[in-house]
C-alpha cells in the first residue's frame, strides 16, 4: 500500500459584493420596529462601509381651531425631508384610542381640515409616514364644536 501524503488544505478568501451585503442589511431591518430605517453606504475598496439607523421624526406644534362647523389643524413639518406625509388620528377621548381619519401629503403640509366631525370635543394627533413606517404621536391637539 502506497504511503499518502495529506493534501495541502487550500483557502479561499470570501468575497461577498456589497449589493449583497445591503440585502442582508435591509433583510434584517424588516425585524426591527417600524419607526427605524437605516442607510448602509459603500465605496468602491469596501473599507470604509457605515450603516446608522435613524427615527422618524412626528411634526410639532399641532394645534387645533374651529372654523363654523369644521376643525382646523395646523403643524410645523417634521424634520425628516424622507417622509411621504402625515396621518391624521382622531378621537373623542383624550389620549385616544385614535383613528385614523385621513393622510396629509407632501411632508411640507402644514394644515388640514375636518370636515363637519359633528358635535362635541374632539382631540387629534398626527404622525409623520414614509412606506410602512410611521413616526410616533404628535402632541395632542383639540377642540370643541
Do not use: C, H
Request: proline share 7%; aromatic share 12%; charged share 15%.
Amino acid at each position: 500500500m502506497p504511503n499518502r501524503q495529506p493534501s495541502a488544505r487550500r483557502t479561499f478568501p470570501l468575497v461577498v459584493p456589497a449589493a449583497a451585503l445591503l440585502l442582508a442589511a435591509l433583510a434584517a431591518l424588516a425585524i426591527m420596529a417600524t419607526t427605524a430605517y437605516a442607510v448602509f453606504t459603500d465605496v468602491l475598496d469596501n473599507t470604509e462601509n457605515t450603516f446608522s439607523t435613524d427615527t422618524l421624526d412626528p411634526p410639532t406644534g399641532l394645534g387645533a381651531s374651529v372654523a363654523g362647523s369644521d376643525i382646523e389643524l395646523n403643524w410645523t413639518p417634521t424634520v425628516d425631508t424622507y417622509a411621504t406625509g402625515y396621518k391624521v388620528l382622531r378621537s373623542t377621548t383624550s389620549g385616544g384610542p385614535y383613528t385614523e381619519i385621513d393622510t396629509v401629503t407632501p411632508y411640507t403640509e402644514t394644515t388640514y381640515t375636518d370636515i363637519s366631525p359633528g358635535s362635541g370635543t374632539f382631540y387629534y394627533v398626527l404622525r409623520s409616514y414614509y412606506q410602512n413606517w410611521e413616526s410616533a404621536d404628535s402632541n395632542e391637539a383639540s377642540a370643541t364644536i
